[in-house]
């Protein structure tokens, strides 16, 4: 799924309705959300750590692909790099994909293994 604009907190409810409803018509367990803008809000940061609770409620993973800079710093200066997967790339989601045993960074370590998820299907997301 793609954000191309950034959430603020007018868009936010309706992004994340829309997020909400993909995600019901598809049986994907691997999320996987495209930040194509520079620019990360709190208001996003709000609705991705709701997403990956629903997400986490399947049994899915949420992995976060941050292309810009700026928009990694942001994740790792909030510490969110903790309990999200941000990569830089489709591919380095991929890798992480492959490489974790665990869907979440939270259980990394702890011995919890889940099989590997099915990735979903990219679509971008307007708002207006």
């Given at each position: 799924?793609?954000?191309?604009?950034?959430?603020?907190?007018?868009?936010?409810?309706?992004?994340?309705?829309?997020?909400?409803?993909?995600?019901?018509?598809?049986?994907?367990?691997?999320?996987?959300?495209?930040?194509?803008?520079?620019?990360?809000?709190?208001?996003?940061?709000?609705?991705?750590?709701?997403?990956?609770?629903?997400?986490?409620?399947?049994?899915?993973?949420?992995?976060?692909?941050?292309?810009?800079?700026?928009?990694?710093?942001?994740?790792?200066?909030?510490g969110l790099t903790r309990v999200?997967?941000?990569?830089?790339?489709?591919?380095?989601v991929a890798a992480t994909a492959?490489?974790?045993?665990?869907?979440?960074?939270?259980?990394?370590?702890?011995?919890?293994?889940?099989?590997?998820p099915a990735l979903a299907s990219?679509?971008?997301?307007?708002?207006?």
């Amino acid at each position: 799924m793609n954000l191309d604009e950034p959430v603020d907190p007018d868009s936010e409810q309706d992004v994340e309705r829309e997020l909400n409803r993909l995600l019901r018509a598809s049986p994907a367990r691997l999320v996987v959300i495209d930040l194509r803008t520079p620019l990360v809000t709190a208001a996003a940061l709000r609705m991705l750590l709701r997403l990956r609770v629903t997400v986490h409620g399947r049994n899915g993973t949420l992995h976060v692909v941050a292309r810009r800079p700026l928009a990694r710093r942001v994740f790792r200066l909030t510490g969110l790099t903790r309990v999200l997967r941000v990569s830089a790339t489709m591919s380095g989601v991929a890798a992480t994909a492959l490489a974790c045993s665990s869907p979440h960074p939270a259980d990394a370590g702890s011995g919890v293994h889940h099989e590997r998820p099915a990735l979903a299907s990219s679509r971008p997301l307007q708002h207006s």
